[in-house]
């Protein structure tokens, strides 16, 4: 069965559940509907009554997906995947299944993690084919991770969950905790660059400084996303970093992210020419897709650099 038919058969089911529903909205929904009603309907009461309006928004929500799914199904890769009916494992063999897939789970992220450390201590060396090597292996984990998900998300079939720093397991606690450190150093540093009676020297040396703590909280975050990836709606309290709005700090910040986007475009790429070579069709699709993500950003950025304005 797919999702597309998973979906059919719950809108057209009469006692259809909230939870399955709210299971086929985290595959199907598209990122913005994600982020607008995920934690609205995580908000609902454990068995809504089917004229509550969470579960009246749910049906609107999913008959719309379903529509959609009809009239571009390309706009919904997910909806044709094959998944596991649950119900059709016994408990004892859904319960060490689940178990399997969990710590084969774990395996990866923590595989992730350490193959991410390795290339940001390689960043900025000659070492541009290992950075290469490393970031294939990378994208082998993430397929097998990504796999692995929707095998546990079929089996459990959970339905949204909200991602909170309680949640997390303790080295993403860690990096989460070093995020919340850096925020006032950078406040601090700011406020010293912003001072008018410093030296331009001491300005620059200050701005360097803010700029090591920018990437510093940057790599965190990064390891935060690729770790939360799949498992649901990231709710934290830190901000995100954004670029300064001082022009010698951002002209440095800018500076340093243009070439950290140029490295990646060409790490990615031979991740993609060797998982071609290969016919690892998921790992170049990745690949593939990072690219266009590090191109898109880099156009935006080297605009605003040429005096250009970035359209919103």
Not at 143 to 157: I, P, T, Y
Not at 202 to 215: H, I, P, S, V
Not at 287 to 299: D, F, H, N, P, V
């Amino acid at each position: 069965m797919t999702r597309n038919e998973q979906l059919i058969n719950w809108l057209g089911n009469r006692q259809r559940k909230y939870a399955d529903g709210v299971a086929l909205f985290d595959a199907l929904a598209k990122q913005v509907q994600k982020e607008k009603y995920s934690v609205y309907f995580a908000a609902a009461p454990a068995n809504p009554h089917i004229f509550d309006p969470h579960f009246t928004q749910l049906i609107n929500c999913l008959t719309r997906i379903s529509r959609e799914i009809r009239e571009a199904p390309e706009l919904y890769p997910a909806a044709n995947e094959s998944i596991i009916e649950a119900k059709e494992v016994d408990e004892k063999a859904r319960t060490e299944e689940l178990t399997k897939r969990t710590a084969a789970i774990a395996t990866h992220e923590q595989q992730i993690e350490e193959l991410t450390e390795r290339i940001e201590d390689l960043e900025g060396s000659d070492n541009t084919g290992d950075i290469s090597e490393l970031q294939e292996q990378i994208d082998e984990h993430r397929a097998e991770l990504e796999q692995l998900r929707k095998e546990v998300d079929a089996l459990s079939n959970p339905g949204v969950k909200v991602v909170t720093e309680a949640s997390m397991p303790t080295s993403i606690k860690k990096a989460y905790a070093r995020i919340k450190e850096i925020a006032p150093l950078y406040a601090s540093l700011h406020n010293d660059i912003a001072n008018p009676d410093i030296e331009d020297e001491a300005r620059k040396t200050l701005a360097e400084e803010l700029c090591k703590l920018d990437d510093e909280r940057r790599r965190l975050w990064k390891a935060i996303d690729t770790w939360s990836e799949g498992k649901g709606t990231l709710n934290l309290d830190a901000k995100r970093p954004v670029f300064s709005d001082n022009p010698v700090v951002r002209g440095i910040e800018l500076a340093r992210h243009v070439k950290r986007l140029k490295q990646n475009i060409v790490n990615s790429q031979r991740s993609a020419d060797k998982a071609k070579e290969d016919g690892r069709q998921v790992v170049y699709d990745n690949a593939m897709s990072r690219i266009a993500g590090y191109e898109k950003e880099l156009a935006e950025i080297e605009k605003e650099i040429s005096g250009e304005k970035v359209s919103g």
